[in-house]
Every structure is written in structure tokens, then in C-alpha cells.
């Protein structure tokens, strides 16, 4: 098992930013590529973003493409996503997701390990 846990949700006025952190006490955690979801009351949920084992490759949603941004430190066995210009729909709860492979992918069936989620409420 590798535990994820995700951090920095909270209320935020729109246009405001947030960075959230998705990090695990197992350091093969950093051998996995990980994705960044959400799920809004009464949706499914979609993925955002995802990075890569190396932290080379990045991929983005449309949706977020240029307001979000997803990174790694490996030495704090952490990944990040920093969202800017936040907007009233990206609210949501918002996971991180790990799998045994080098690169990431858009499927939540794809993932094997998942954090409990971080509430994010942008306010207009």
C-alpha cells in the first residue's frame, strides 16, 4: 500500500490561488507517476493533471490548461498543484492518485493508490 495524503484545501475567494500537496510516507511514492482529480457534488470525477515518475512529462485538462500547474520534489516525496485565478466552478473535492508506471493518464481506473480528498471552495 502506498498511502496518500492530500493538503491546502480551504475557502478562497475567486480569482485567488491555491497550491495543494499530495504527499505519502512510502518512498516508492516517488517511483510512481501521480494525477491530480476533482469531484464536484453530483459529478464525476475528472482529471486535471498529471506528472510523470521522472517529473519531466506534464499533462493538463483543457479545463485547467494554463491555470494549473503540477510539479514534484522527490526529496519531500511530494507533489504539488498550484491553481491560480481560481473561478466558482472549481469547486470541488480534489484528489491525488498514484500508479506503478513511468508516465500518467487521464482514467481514474488507471490509478491504484488515492488520497481521502481536500475540499477547495472558491467563493464569487
Known amino acids: 500500500q502506498v498511502p496518500l495524503v492530500e493538503s491546502g484545501g480551504r475557502l478562497v475567494e475567486a480569482g485567488g490561488s491555491l497550491r495543494l500537496s499530495c504527499t505519502s510516507s512510502?518512498?516508492?511514492?516517488?517511483?510512481?507517476?501521480v494525477g491530480w482529480f476533482r469531484q464536484a457534488p453530483g459529478k464525476e470525477r475528472e482529471f486535471l493533471s498529471g506528472i510523470s515518475r521522472s517529473g519531466e512529462d506534464t499533462d493538463y485538462a483543457d479545463s485547467v490548461k494554463g491555470r494549473f500547474t503540477i510539479s514534484r520534489d522527490k526529496a519531500k516525496n511530494t507533489v504539488y498543484l498550484q491553481m491560480n485565478s481560481l473561478k466558482p466552478e472549481d469547486t470541488a473535492v480534489y484528489y491525488c492518485?498514484?500508479?506503478?508506471?513511468?508516465?500518467?493518464?487521464?482514467?481514474?481506473?488507471?490509478?491504484?493508490?488515492w488520497g481521502q480528498g481536500t475540499q477547495v471552495t472558491v467563493s464569487s
Open positions: 512510502r518512498a516508492l511514492f516517488s517511483s510512481h507517476a
Open positions: 492518485a498514484s500508479r506503478r508506471t513511468i508516465l500518467t493518464a487521464p482514467a481514474t481506473r488507471n490509478y491504484e493508490y
